[in-house]
């Protein structure tokens, strides 16, 4: 998979993207990560990539002109990009969409800042608007790295043990049981001891039932998803 990203802080990145998983999945070529900064698409002497808004108002608004300058660079004949505008009027983002977007050959991130981004870049450039939540974020940046956290994950070879995606928590609209590790008594808190029976289908059938009931207590409205095997929760 190849992902660009158009930011005016593209150095923000690194740092994240540069460490632990996503590291490796770049090493390992399973991901091409490329930045790109605005300013170096702003056709203004002074690298500006914003203005004020039309109509008057707070804050300055980023322009189309080297947005779309951006992505038809980033694009080239590669039309098949998919281009995503980080905003928080967006699709909230969950799994779902993170193992949708892992199918993709090209994804562009476009980060917005400032009070947002010229209304055209969402009618007519972005495939889609997605955001991280109901809350308002400086830039578009961080919801970028989430976003591509998420979705590196997923890709082929990028998990040492396929087996991690399996049991993880939203994959059949269930949260994951609970993980203990040594010790098995830690000050008095004891692990359950089935962990430690070895019995492997009673581990199975433990972490199925926990993995249901962690569910119905934090998250019913998974429960009522159609893809959860119902016949587990009503015995689970
Ligand atoms: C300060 S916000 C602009 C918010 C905009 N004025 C509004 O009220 O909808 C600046 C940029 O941060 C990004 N951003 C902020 N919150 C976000 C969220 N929850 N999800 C995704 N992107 C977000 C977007 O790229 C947005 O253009």
Redesign the pocket.
């Known amino acids: 998979m190849r992902i660009d990203i158009i930011s005016i802080f593209p150095e923000m990145f690194e740092a994240v993207l540069g460490e632990s998983i996503v590291k490796r999945a770049r090493e390992k070529k399973a991901v091409d990560i490329r930045l790109h900064d605005l300013r170096d698409f702003t056709r203004d002497k002074h690298r500006k990539v914003d203005d004020r808004p039309f109509g008057g108002g707070s804050?300055m608004v980023?322009c189309a002109q080297p947005l779309f300058d951006a992505v038809a660079k980033i694009k080239g004949k590669a039309k098949k990009a998919k281009v995503i505008?980080?905003?928080?009027?967006?699709k909230t983002f969950d799994q779902a969409t993170a193992k949708r977007l892992a199918k993709e050959k090209q994804l562009i991130f476009?980060?917005?800042?400032?009070?947002?981004?010229d209304e055209r870049v969402r009618e007519n450039l972005a495939d889609e608007e997605?955001?991280?939540?109901?809350?308002?974020?400086?830039?578009?940046e961080l919801?970028a790295m989430v976003v591509i956290d998420a979705v590196v994950r997923l890709l082929p070879g990028v998990l040492g043990d396929k087996n991690s995606l399996k049991f993880e928590s939203f994959e059949g609209n269930l949260l994951e049981y609970p993980q203990y590790t040594r010790p098995a008594d830690f000050r008095g808190f004891k692990t359950p001891a089935v962990l430690l029976s070895g019995n492997h289908q009673e581990i199975a059938v433990w972490r199925e039932k926990e993995a249901l009931k962690r569910t119905r207590q934090r998250r019913p409205d998974l429960l009522n998803n159609k893809k959860v095997n119902k016949e587990k929760v009503k015995n689970g």
Request: proline fraction near 7%; include cysteine.
């Open positions: 804050g980023l505008l980080l905003c928080p009027q967006g476009i980060c917005g800042h400032y009070e947002g981004i997605i955001s991280i939540g109901d809350y308002v974020l400086t830039g578009g919801p």
